[in-house]
């Protein structure tokens, strides 16, 4: 039986959870939950309250407003008010990008009653630094900023004048992994999100040839908006280990303004390395992505005109071996590396708190994995 010292919550964590259903965010709660998993948490919803959506409107204008901005982290964007009476080691905010930042003026108390306070911000491109400079300063009563972006790192800790550190993306890949039951890949190509039009229109042109089952979004991102995140996150789990190939660019291909020029590695990569699959399109070229997947055939670069895609669907048609390798490797890489617990390790090494007892069982579990991936 655990000891009340064993059970008692040592870590904090405020969710969005209650108040943001767009499918972007489903990785981020995916991450809490993983976390809820392996570690002593209270996880806390912020939820809509009395006029939300007008609030909500209200705080994320006066934001902007340089005469009124000394206002936004008193301004509760119409939530119900969460108050923290309880002390904790950690106090743990995963948000998106800055603008969620926002929410935490419904929270009183986390100041003062968490010892170690960390925020992971998912989305962050250096070229934002001055419009959102103010977002930034809202972080100075963190003690360390978690970055998925490493090219934004310098930017970030500058801007908000504490630590900030590179923890890269991942994913459960105890969801994504085909192991240890690998089902039949009935898909020929999987692409969900933000894509390469010109690839994109490839595809479709081998497909309406009826040479290949090509799996892709019809609804714009903005739109989707899951009733539950755990659903959603099966449902591409489910999709992608079934894929032979899994479509893959740098974060923001289709909005190069928003990025600034900046490549950095998004989350498609490790959901398709987890779940076995080729990743078929273009590596990030920032050099944290050649460190994380140092391995061959990590990205299988694909040429924009139809041919080019053609080429390489047919190359890997006509050598399956080959093809079963480059899968196996991915599914067993990702396993060892690019699990949602070896980023809470990481950030736990970063908040000076050691890991936990359930975190080192669940890294056996996956040491498991990558060695059937290997093994067969």
């Known amino acids: 039986m655990n000891s009340p010292l064993e059970t008692r919550p040592r870590v904090c964590m405020v969710s969005l959870r209650g108040t943001n259903n767009h499918a972007a965010w489903c990785s981020n709660y995916e991450f809490e939950d993983v976390i809820g998993e392996i570690d002593q948490v209270e996880r806390l919803h912020l939820e809509p309250g009395y006029a939300h959506e007008m609030r909500k409107w209200f705080a994320r204008r006066v934001i902007w407003k340089p005469g009124l901005q000394h206002l936004s982290q008193y301004v509760n964007p119409g939530l119900r008010p969460i108050v923290l009476k309880k002390e904790y080691d950690l106090f743990i905010f995963i948000c998106m990008n800055p603008s969620d930042l926002v929410y935490l003026s419904a929270v009183k108390g986390w100041k003062e009653q968490c010892r170690r306070k960390v925020c992971y911000m998912v989305e962050f491109y250096a070229g934002w630094q001055k419009e959102y400079a103010f977002h930034l300063s809202l972080l100075e009563h963190f003690d360390h900023i978690a970055l998925s972006f490493s090219g934004s790192t310098e930017a970030v800790a500058t801007a908000a004048g504490i630590p900030c ?11 994504f992994s085909p192991f240890p039951n690998p089902p039949n890949r009935c898909i020929d190509v999987y692409s969900m999100g933000r894509r390469n039009a010109t690839v994109h229109d490839a595809l479709l042109e081998i497909s309406a040839r009826h040479r290949i089952f090509y799996v892709y979004d019809t609804v714009p991102g903005l739109l989707i908006q899951p009733t539950d995140h755990r659903q959603h996150r099966n449902l591409i789990a489910n999709c992608a280990k079934r894929s032979k190939f899994f479509v893959t660019y740098p974060a923001k291909v289709d909005v190069v303004s928003e990025t600034r020029g900046q490549s950095e590695v998004g989350a498609r990569f490790y959901e398709g390395a987890a779940a076995g699959a080729m990743l078929l399109g273009q590596a990030p070229t920032v050099s944290a992505f050649a460190k994380e997947f140092n391995w061959p055939d990590a990205v299988i670069d694909v040429a924009s005109e139809e041919e080019g895609v053609r080429a390489v669907l047919d190359q890997f048609a006509d050598n399956p071996t080959a093809a079963e390798v480059i899968r196996r490797r991915n599914a067993a890489e990702a396993a060892r590396r690019f699990d949602w617990s070896h980023r809470w ?32």
Do not use: K
Request: aromatic fraction near 0%.
């Open 345 to 376: 390790r990481d950030i736990l090494r970063i908040a000076g708190m050691e890991p936990t007892l359930r975190l080192a069982e669940r890294e056996e579990l996956l040491s498991d994995l990558a060695d059937l991936a290997v093994s067969g």
């Open 165 to 175: 550190q590179h923890v890269p993306l991942a994913t459960d890949v105890l969801r």
